[in-house]
């Protein structure tokens, strides 16, 4: 699929600078993108975006300082310059793509509040579908950062075609900060998302048996809602060559501690088992956002390796074990040859129906809602005994 990235704040920001980095790398050229910030620094923060592609808004309101965690402000500043931003799209050239993904951290300000405005303004110029790739913050980030993220994807969910969520708090390790998590979590999520936005596209070993094409993965995701991507990653070594010695290719590899299944020499029956192993690996897994995978309408079971481990009835037989465990029966699809040393699986649950962390944001945004309202309340029967002789504090 080719894909145009907006990565609106900095987080935004971030992950599209190693979405393009990692596509560049492997050389496939299916994705391009522009960056957007009100904070001048977080901009000149990237390492791979051309200058000419990092958007700076906001100027004459926070002078490049940035919102802070203003996401009311954000979004204002986004539906001012809208025109601005669309013509610095066009620029980069929209005519070839499949798809748009606006990439952003919920709970902050920019990306928070400029993602939906701009999600609602893409879907009314383009005709291609317009996804959103929503951070959501954890809980120790504070409860301001929950409830703009609250606020933003309840929007959101109504302004872009899909939003597959990435949760904060499920992928970072006991003991350890957020902040000093960001790389890791980024490369997880670029690696996951790579390989699910890529699929499709032509690679030197030609197109799989079964290709999942973008009208698949736009059809997986067509039923609105939020989104989870599960994922899961086993050696595939050729006799006498080590899976670190041929590379991860696009998978980035693995890290130090890291442990894929090790490699067992197979054919037929027990290739597909492989595969089929792998599958359900990657749904039972951790997933980018954790939620009941019982309640996915929709499904998308993409398998990537060398074309020597790719199996149809393998991923057949996947798609049948899927169907079997989600709400609904639509099930899509297929293999993508790369060159890797490794085989992965990655499952798109579209449209998920319970997801603890979501329902948590919800609570909390309902929550303070009713707070505003009992102090407006408050400050009204204060005002109405201002004048009076009764105090309200007696009564
Ligand atoms: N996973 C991840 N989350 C980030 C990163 N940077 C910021 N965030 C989170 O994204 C949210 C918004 O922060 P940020 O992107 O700085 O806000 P903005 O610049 O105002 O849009 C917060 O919950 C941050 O914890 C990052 O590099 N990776
Ligand atoms: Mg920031």
């Known amino acids: ?18 979405f393009l980095a990692q596509d560049k790398k492997t ?16 901009l000149m923060g ?5 200058m000419e ?13 940035g919102v802070g965690t203003d996401n009311v402000t954000g979004a204002k500043v986004a539906a001012d310059e809208i025109d601005t931003i669309i013509n610095a799209i066009d620029r980069r050239g929209t005519h070839d793509i499949d798809a748009f993904v606006v990439c952003a951290g919920l709970g902050g300000g920019t990306g928070s509040g400029g993602a939906p405005v701009l999600c609602r303004h893409l879907k009314r110029i383009y005709r291609e579908p317009v996804y959103a790739l929503g951070v959501i913050p954890a809980p120790e980030e504070g ?17 872009a075609d899909n939003v597959i969520v990435f949760d904060n708090s499920a992928w970072k390790n006991d003991g350890e900060s957020v902040k000093s998590a960001y790389e890791r979590l980024n490369e997880e999520i670029v690696r996951r998302f790579g390989v699910l936005f890529r699929a499709g596209e032509v690679t030197k ?5 079964m290709v999942v094409d973008s009208s698949e993965i736009i059809n997986t995701l067509r039923g609105g809602g939020i989104s989870s991507v ?8 050729p006799k006498g060559k080590s899976a670190a010695k041929s590379g991860g290719g696009l998978f980035g590899g693995l890290r130090k ?12 029956d027990d290739k597909s088992a492989k595969i089929i192993g792998l599958v359900r690996r990657a749904m039972l897994g951790r997933l980018t956002l954790p939620c009941d995978y019982s309640t996915a309408e929709r499904a998308l079971v993409l398998v990537a390796g060398p074309p020597a481990e790719l199996d149809r009835k393998g991923v057949e037989k996947s798609k049948s074990w899927v169907e079997e465990n989600i709400a609904g029966v639509e099930v899509r699809g297929g293999d993508y040859p790369v060159d890797s040393g490794y085989v992965a699986a990655v499952v798109l649950l579209a449209s998920i129906g319970n997801a603890p962390r979501i329902r948590e944001l919800m609570e909390l945004a309902k929550e303070a809602k009713e707070e505003v309202a009992k102090s407006r309340e408050r400050a009204a029967a204060v005002s109405m005994f201002e004048d009076s002789e009764v105090d309200p504090l007696f009564e």
């Open 1 to 18: 699929m080719r894909v145009f990235f907006i990565g609106f704040g900095q987080a935004g920001g971030k992950l599209v600078d190693m």
């Open 27 to 42: 050389g496939a050229n299916s994705f391009r993108g522009i960056i957007i910030n009100t904070a001048r620094t977080d």
């Open 46 to 50: 990237v390492k791979n975006i051309p």
């Open 53 to 65: 592609d990092r958007l700076l808004i906001g100027q004459t309101k926070v002078k490049g300082h």
């Open 143 to 159: 409860r301001l950062y929950s409830l703009n993220a609250a606020r933003s994807l309840s929007t959101l969910v109504n302004e």
């Open 205 to 209: 070993y030609g197109v799989g048996e």
């Open 230 to 237: 599960g994922y899961a990653i086993s050696e595939a070594i």
């Open 257 to 268: 501690k890291e442990k894929a299944e090790p490699h067992v020499d197979i054919t037929g």
